[in-house]
């Protein structure tokens, strides 16, 4: 049980008018479809300072991935060069409370697609 | 009357414990969750045990006289006495106590004597739990079980005694130390220490057994403690671990779990290829094996309580057929092992006068427990020592789900408080915090114990609570369960924005200060002299 | 430029040419994010790696640009091809101007 540490704070989910500009920039408002595009991420995290996630989109030119309810929502932009051997990369993220991740991958041929996970962070628990 | 129904139970025989018609070319013999209890203890078993979703009225969430009429099993006996909670303190008197590892080890070694080549599985929270245990980080309990020479072991608690610690004690063992889950933190790699599975070659079968540890360790125990590893359910890597012994020969495959039940079952119905889960963490103790899907979930109860046998027939690479028997580790009628007795008291010898002396007792109507989703009577006790110990409004102590059971009018001693109260990390802390703190604080909680996912539920029992009444619908979402949330004392609502004073113990925060909770409740009890219990009715369940 | 800063990366000696291989890095870093106070109630200002880039023989693997929600000490795994024997060169961009770089070369088998 994680007490002792009344600072804690558990944001709610929100959607952040910051997110929403940052997607607008990178997809330049074009419609965002689904599929070919996988998003990994825990259910829980361990430990929300350090959310292991992996984005893979076979055939894209570069990821956005934002963290839709942290105070600011930026991640990382992953960009594949020629010498990428799958458009794919592992990383881990701070997340401050439970939420969406999203990614959003650019293809080769300026299409975009777009997939979310929810992490749950959590106060923790007590061991059985 | 009932004292003659009782005694003449008490013809129960070691040899009518241990029957078991041998079946099929292989053995697995399967303990869990022992917390460290090497001596016999009295266990009750829950109450209020509640499956939400697609578990309601499922096992393990039926308890009392459900359970029994589920099994078939009589009231008033021996089964009765070891399975549920009705009637446990004249049950207790009739049957005696249970466990002991010396008498775990006459059950071992007879069905070794059947089965020369069974397995012994230890599905973990096997280092943690009694003062022998914390003074010796491990050490006492790990000598008693080499005794036992079990095969393999998964793990939970024994990660609480620290990195290096638990290192240590790993690479003493002669047995194998598995988690196919048990990753390095840093480089996302399986752990080198831990091996995901170990194959046997048993009764002319090829056995693999893949080893499961707690999947939420950092969160449910404090991470700072073992930075180095990181774990999780790894759902796709136990599939790839399975295809892969299936791959090199395995005939049967057994995993080693330390999930809980739900959350195996749940993995039961999404990785295939698995034979035989033996199920630990949740403590559950069932007479019968789960069937999911292809797989056989089997739960082996806690604190030394019982021994599962697991008879199984293999042929042409399929498990064809499977044979089940929990037996009751009944103390008064199993044989103790001496060689095992004379290594336990070795263990004991330095401590003795410490573990024997009587701190108070229990009045005659008052029986301590804890396992419960909610308060049990031990956490109501430690809840008042904490209160007035440590001068709160509010009290907080964890939902483990270890701790025997202390019956009316027993002398408590300071080994009785250990056993529900020792970790590594039991600073009792005194803090302050909002109301509206306090709200997210059991709303967490009780998503961790009532997600309709059980891959969310993460760890123990609902926090238990003193000062602080509440009422929790079990059904809704989080954020939405807990209302009326209420200040003992004043009979006041809490107040979002008010703060209050809250004393609590088993903080996962690292640097948490105060007095060690065991020493908070030996000094209450010795204030009390005679502990008296009064039903907790501030915590309302709706929604079971 | 910030104390501590300890580039590290796993990559393999050597492959058959046109493989693809797995690259872990991690480098030592606070990566703070701009968002915490310090006791006073001050802002601690922001002081992250905000780009990271893996090139071999001068052609671009990929090219990470980070924010403060990446975590201490950075990670990253990711895939490359190996068109012959050559030189991976991995280079950390720090805010404060700092630029942390480390090469590994890479045979043909
Ligand atoms: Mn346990
Ligand atoms: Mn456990």
């Not at chain 2, 220490?193 to 404090?222: D, S």
């Not at chain 2, 979930?297 to 697991?310: C, L, P, T, Y």
Request: proline share 5%; with cysteine.
């Amino acid at each position: 049980l994680a007490l002792g540490a009344a600072a804690l704070t558990v944001l709610p989910f929100r959607v952040n008018a910051a997110a929403e500009d940052r997607i607008a920039e990178f997809t330049g408002g074009a419609d965002m479809g689904e599929g070919g595009l996988t998003l990994t991420a825990p259910e829980i995290a361990e430990n929300g300072n350090t959310v292991p996630i992996e984005v893979s989109a076979p055939g894209a030119t570069a990821i956005l991935v934002l963290a839709m309810g942290n105070p600011t929502p930026g991640v990382a932009q992953f960009n594949f060069g020629p010498l990428a051997a799958a458009q794919s990369a592992s990383t881990r993220i701070r997340l401050a409370g439970t939420q969406d991740v999203v990614a959003i991958a650019k293809m080769a041929d300026g299409s975009f697609v777009k997939a979310s996970s929810t992490v749950k962070v959590t106060i923790g628990g007590c061991g059985g | 009357g009932n004292w003659s129904r009782l005694a003449a139970q008490q013809a129960l025989t070691q040899d009518q414990l241990l029957e078991f018609d041998t079946f099929g070319n292989l053995t697995l013999i399967h303990i869990t969750d022992i917390h460290a209890q090497l001596m016999p203890i009295y266990f009750r078993e829950p109450e209020v045990n509640l499956g939400i979703g697609a578990a309601k009225g499922q096992m393990p969430h039926v308890t009392g006289a459900d359970f029994r009429r589920f099994y078939g099993i009589e009231d008033g006996s021996p089964s009765a006495y070891a399975l549920t909670y009705n009637d446990f303190s004249s049950l207790a008197r009739a049957y005696g106590r249970v466990g002991g590892m010396d008498r775990v080890a006459t059950v071992v070694n007879a069905i070794r004597a059947d089965r020369p080549d069974a397995l012994l599985l230890d599905g973990g929270d096997t280092w943690h739990g009694s003062y022998t245990c914390f003074h010796t980080e491990g050490q006492d309990v790990v000598n008693v079980m080499n005794a036992l020479k079990p095969d393999a072991m998964t793990f939970h608690w024994e990660f609480t005694l620290g990195t290096d610690r638990v290192t240590e004690l790993v690479e003493s063992l002669p047995f194998a130390s598995l988690g196919q889950n048990i990753f390095d933190a840093e480089w996302d790699e399986p752990s080198e220490l831990f091996k995901p599975y170990k194959f046997f070659e048993r009764g002319g079968v090829k056995v693999a057994v893949i080893g499961q540890a707690f999947p939420y360790m950092p969160i449910a125990n404090p991470g700072w403690m073992f930075p180095e590893f990181s774990f999780g359910i790894r759902e796709e890597n136990m599939q790839a671990m399975v295809d892969e012994v299936r791959a090199e020969g395995a005939e049967v495959v057994v995993v080693l779990s330390h999930n809980g039940f739900d959350v195996d079952k749940k993995m039961a119905g999404r990785v295939t290829g698995i034979d035989v889960i033996l199920s630990g963490h949740t403590h559950d103790a069932l007479p019968e094996p789960v069937l999911v899907e292809q797989t056989y979930v089997i739960a082996s109860g806690s604190n030394g309580k019982f021994v599962s046998r697991v008879d199984l027939d293999i042929r042409d690479g399929r498990m064809m057929g499977l044979k089940h028997k929990l037996i009751p580790i009944f103390s008064d009628v199993i044989a103790p092992d001496p060689q095992v007795t004379a290594l336990i008291n070795a263990q004991r010898e330095p401590h003795i006068d410490q573990l024997r002396e009587v701190i108070g007792r229990t009045a005659d109507d008052a029986l301590l427990y804890r396992r419960g989703n909610f308060n049990g009577t031990w956490d109501d006790l430690i809840c008042d020592a904490l209160i007035s110990e440590r001068d709160a409004d509010i009290a907080m102590s964890p939902g483990v789900r270890w701790g025997p059971s202390i019956l009316p009018g027993q002398e408590i001693t300071r080994e009785d408080i250990w056993n529900v109260t020792s970790m590594s990390y039991g600073a009792a802390y005194r803090t302050e915090m909002t109301g509206e703190f306090l709200h997210v604080v059991l709303e967490d909680v009780g998503d961790n114990l009532f997600n309709p996912d059980p891959y969310y539920q993460q760890g123990g029992d609902m926090v238990r609570v003193g000062g602080l009444g509440y009422r929790i619908d079990v059904t809704k979402p989080q954020g939405e369960r807990i209302s009326d949330m209420t200040l003992l004392k004043t009979g006041e609502k809490i107040d979002p924005a008010k703060n209050y004073v809250v004393a609590g113990w088993a903080s996962v925060n690292e640097g948490t200060e105060g007095p060690q909770i065991w020493d908070v409740v030996e000094n209450h009890i010795r204030k009390l002299g005679t502990v008296n219990v009064t039903p907790n009715t501030s915590v309302e369940v709706v929604g079971a | 430029m910030a104390s501590g800063v300890k580039p590290r990366v796993k990559v393999p000696k050597s492959a058959a040419a046109g493989e693809a291989i797995t690259i872990k890095t991690l480098i030592s870093h606070a990566m703070e994010s701009g968002q915490r106070k310090d006791k006073e109630g001050n802002v601690i200002p922001r002081s992250i790696i905000n780009r990271f880039t893996c090139e071999f023989n001068g052609q671009s693997v990929i090219d990470i640009t980070m924010e403060p929600a990446i975590s201490t000490n950075p990670y990253f795994q990711f895939e490359a091809t190996v068109p012959e024997a050559g030189e991976f060169a991995f280079t950390w961009y720090d805010d404060d101007g700092s630029v942390y770089n480390d090469n590994k070369s890479i045979t043909i088998a």
